[in-house]
């Protein structure tokens, strides 16, 4: 079973930045990134593939952007123009050969 650590989080102020890395002790094929508001259902945030390739959901594309390191096994997250709204608990999702595994979450607070 892979590992996954997640770290970034932290308090930023309304229209600041934060970027969230999330890496895996092995290899692994896609991630996704995931976020939960307190009282909401956890909600995807953006894919990655193995291939490269991303996608962020709608509503976050332009302030929202995943990547991912050289070696696939480090997931990046970066989030610009920070809303109140955005405050929630950051999950990374990996999919390893023995199956997903999550990240221990993270929290990310924007206030003022």
């Known amino acids: 079973q892979v590992h996954v650590v997640e770290s970034g989080g932290g308090l930023v102020q309304p229209g600041g930045s934060l970027r969230l890395s999330c890496t895996a002790s092995?290899?692994?094929?896609?991630a996704d990134w995931y976020r939960q508001a307190p009282g909401k259902q956890r909600e995807l945030v953006a894919q990655t593939w193995s291939d490269g390739s991303t996608s962020s959901i709608v509503s976050l594309a332009g302030r929202f952007t995943a990547s991912r390191s050289k070696d696939k096994n480090t997931l990046y997250l970066q989030m610009n123009s920070l809303k109140p709204e955005d405050t929630a608990v950051y999950y990374c999702?990996?999919?390893?050969?023995?199956?997903?595994?999550w990240g221990q979450g993270i929290q990310v607070t924007v206030s003022s």
């Open positions: 999702k990996m999919y390893a050969p023995g199956g997903p595994a």
């Open positions: 092995g290899a692994i094929a896609n």
